[in-house]
């Protein structure tokens, strides 16, 4: 059992507070995702599980055992980076072998493991070749094999796909996702991309300023935002926002238009709806086409709506030019509400 429980844990550098009061449990073989902008603090965070940084004040504990007191070695823990970390000097056999053959696994054992972990990550064919003769793609999934190769409780990813071009980025992250759903390892995994986080997550924690806004399941924090920041940080193109003014119980005035919305005393809420949640009808949002992007599969519009962008996702079919009046009705049950005063959803 490794569950990873990460309870207070701050963090300054000098003046500066990069971690607040972290509180976390990641489940036992649960992939968990800390995604936020640069500098948020995922890093650090990272760093301190893996014992690579020390924490200010909390604690770290793995299948309740408390792990911040221990050096690296000894907290049961793999890591991938950024950067490839391979010895150029090695064959990709011994890269991907390296850490079994530090704790000295037999050599039969030591084969078994990297041929079904070559296999596994596709550089099976790779086995005899010079680590330092790779592109950059296979270097990379020389590193993750070697992690994935220890078979660990856990394991810690630090923007590990980042470096590599859109295509193979992709398709390592079906792959990593493929290895690591047959393991029973516990994975954090760091990124600022939300469509990696998206893909890979079992839950995502969402990461601001130093601190954790939300921590949900990919689909619910695309539905369930619980915070103003959350809904325009996730999905892409970000959700719209509007000014909703109270209009008596249970109705809001936006744009001009009468909708319904939370029976609340607030005088004045965000109304917030996703892009491919509108569609065009004889009611709803009076919007003005300023941009329209053919993309494939369907129609990005940006519109202008009560003087404020507002972007449409809709069919590729229509014909819409810039300048045409569009009425745009927002699905009902996908609309949420945010308190403009603290931001948090209203319901
Ligand atoms: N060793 C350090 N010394 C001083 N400041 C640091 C150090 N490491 C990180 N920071 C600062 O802490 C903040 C969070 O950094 P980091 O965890 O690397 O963010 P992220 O990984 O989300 O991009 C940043 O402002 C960064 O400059
Ligand atoms: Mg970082």
Redesign the pocket.
């Given at each position: 059992m490794a569950e990873i429980f990460i309870k207070n844990v701050a963090k300054t550098?000098?003046t500066?507070q990069?971690l607040h009061d972290i509180n976390l449990t990641i489940e036992d073989q649960e992939f968990m995702v800390l995604l936020?902008a640069?500098?948020?603090?995922?890093?650090?965070l990272l760093r301190i599980v893996a014992g690579l940084e020390t924490q200010t004040t909390g604690g770290v504990w793995i299948g309740g055992r408390r792990i911040d007191n221990l050096p690296p070695r000894d907290r049961g823990i793999a890591m991938v980076f950024q950067n490839y970390a391979v010895f150029p000097h090695l064959t990709v056999f011994e890269n991907v072998g390296f850490g079994l053959r530090m704790q000295k696994l037999p050599n039969d054992e030591v084969t078994k493991r990297v041929t079904r972990i070559a296999r596994l990550m596709h550089i099976d064919q790779l086995l005899g070749r010079y680590s330092g003769e790779l592109s950059g793609g296979q270097r990379q999934r020389v590193a993750v094999s070697r992690a994935l190769a220890m078979e660990p409780d856990v394991i810690l990813m630090d923007e590990p796909l980042s470096n590599l071009d859109a295509l193979l980025r992709l398709e390592m992250r079906a792959e990593l996702k493929g290895v690591l759903a047959e393991s029973n390892t516990t994975a954090i995994y760091?990124t600022h991309d939300q469509v990696e986080a998206m893909s890979l997550a079992d839950r995502i924690s969402v990461?601001h300023q130093g601190k954790i806004v939300q921590v949900a399941t990919p689909i619910r924090l695309y539905r369930n935002p619980a915070t103003e920041f959350v809904a325009g940080f996730i999905g892409n193109p970000p959700m719209n926002f509007l000014s909703a003014q109270s209009a008596g119980i249970g109705k809001w005035l936006v744009a001009g238009e009468m909708l319904d919305g939370p029976s609340t005393s607030h005088a004045e809420l965000k109304f917030a709806i996703r892009p491919e949640d509108v569609q065009l009808a004889d009611a709803g949002l009076k919007a003005t086409a300023k941009i329209v992007e053919p993309l494939g599969a369907h129609l990005l519009v940006t519109c202008e709506v009560d003087g404020v962008m507002f972007r449409a996702v809709l069919d590729s079919d229509l014909t819409i030019r810039p300048g045409d009046q569009l009425i745009l009705a927002p699905q009902a049950d996908r609309v949420r509400w945010f308190d403009p005063k603290s931001t948090l959803a209203v319901h």
């Open positions: 550098f000098g500066y990069a936020g640069s500098g948020c603090g995922k890093s650090t760091v990461m």
